[in-house]
């Protein structure tokens, strides 16, 4: 257990580490991104909000959404 959550605490360091060297483009992309993810979610659009994802990803969840309810939950967790 804490192995895992020192990996994860290294890895979170270098994922901010990275994100703070990125060039002002990378960092208008990554914001464009952002955006255009959170219209989507507020709109409640899974087809767009899936196309951030990767194929692999987006067969299970299509798979997983099927059901109304995990639908909504779907919807919710993209929000958060």
Request: net charge positive; charged share 15%; hydrophobic share 55%.
């Given at each position: 257990m804490t192995q895992k959550l020192l990996s994860l605490a290294i890895g979170l360091f270098l994922s901010v580490s990275a994100v703070g060297a990125a060039s002002p483009r990378d960092s208008a992309e990554l914001t464009r991104t952002f955006d255009a993810y959170n219209i989507a979610s507020r709109a409640g659009k899974v087809d767009k909000i899936l196309s951030f994802y990767p194929a692999e990803y987006r067969k299970d969840v299509r798979r997983d959404i099927a059901i109304k309810e995990n639908r909504r939950?779907?919807?919710?967790?993209?929000?958060a």
């Open positions: 939950a779907f919807l919710l967790y993209s929000r």
